[in-house]
């Protein structure tokens, strides 16, 4: 019998399939650095790439239940992961642009040493600029391909193409070229 380890992804999500919690957890394990990789590729709107991962690894749980070599012979396990863990990815980035989750992510805290209870903030200003951004982040969702939405959040949250470039481990050149294509495109929304 073959060791854990020389299984194939088919064979072991196989027996994943059956209820062997040993062979999800080896598939889980395979495929970590992978969902690590893509989710550090984005930047989530208020929230962290643990988030990201975590939607990541979601998406590698439901492509081990839904994986059927017998449906699609010529799809790998491994080409189909990386399709769940992508997809589930995107609609968590997609989902915070759209802002449904706002009040939770851009609540203004109390505590914060903006907050001046005397008059000198004004909570009105700051929803308003609050809504402002989710609006301009559910148009640049809209409007620019997954890698131009994440390079332009990333410049708006003030990183520089430097920075960037470190984060998503772009080349300068691609990250620039991402910005430009980005500008055309939100001129003509805008």
Same mark, same amino acid.
């Given at each position: %019998?073959?060791?854990?380890?020389?299984?194939?992804?088919?064979?072991?999500? &196989?027996?994943?399939?059956?209820?062997?919690?040993?062979? !999800?957890?080896?598939?889980?394990?395979? =495929?970590?650095?992978?969902?690590?990789? &893509?989710?550090?590729?984005?930047?989530?709107?208020?929230?962290?790439?643990?988030? *990201? !991962?975590?939607?990541? %690894?979601?998406?590698?749980?439901?492509?081990?239940?839904?994986? $059927?070599?017998? &449906?699609?012979? +010529? /799809? @790998?396990?491994?080409?189909?992961?990386?399709?769940?863990?992508?997809?589930? !990815? %995107?609609?968590?980035?997609?989902?915070?642009?759209?802002?449904?989750?706002?009040?939770? #992510?851009?609540?203004?805290?109390?505590? @914060?040493? +903006?907050?001046? /209870?005397?008059?000198?903030? @004004?909570?009105?200003?700051?929803?308003?600029?609050?809504?402002?951004?989710?609006?301009?982040?559910?148009? *640049?969702?809209?409007?620019?391909?997954?890698?131009?939405?994440?390079?332009?959040?990333? =410049? %708006?949250?003030?990183?520089?193409?430097?920075?960037?470039?470190?984060?998503?481990?772009? $080349? *300068?050149?691609? !990250? $620039? #070229?991402? *910005?430009?294509?980005?500008? &055309?495109?939100?001129?003509?929304?805008?």
């Amino acid at each position: %019998m073959k060791g854990r380890e020389e299984l194939t992804d088919e064979q072991l999500v &196989r027996s994943a399939k059956t209820g062997d919690r040993a062979a !999800i957890e080896d598939v889980l394990q395979r =495929y970590k650095s992978v969902v690590r990789a &893509r989710a550090r590729q984005f930047f989530l709107a208020g929230g962290e790439t643990e988030d *990201l !991962i975590q939607e990541g %690894m979601v998406g590698l749980y439901e492509a081990i239940n839904a994986y $059927d070599e017998g &449906r699609e012979p +010529h /799809l @790998s396990f491994k080409n189909f992961s990386y399709l769940c863990i992508n997809r589930r !990815i %995107m609609d968590a980035v997609k989902s915070a642009a759209r802002g449904k989750n706002g009040p939770l #992510n851009d609540y203004i805290s109390i505590f @914060s040493p +903006h907050f001046d /209870l005397m008059g000198g903030y @004004s909570a009105e200003d700051e929803l308003i600029r609050v809504e402002d951004r989710t609006e301009l982040l559910q148009k *640049l969702s809209k409007a620019l391909s997954a890698l131009e939405f994440q390079i332009v959040v990333m =410049y %708006m949250d003030g990183l520089t193409c430097g920075q960037i470039s470190e984060a998503t481990g772009r $080349d *300068l050149k691609s !990250i $620039d #070229n991402a *910005l430009q294509r980005s500008k &055309r495109k939100l001129a003509k929304i805008l």
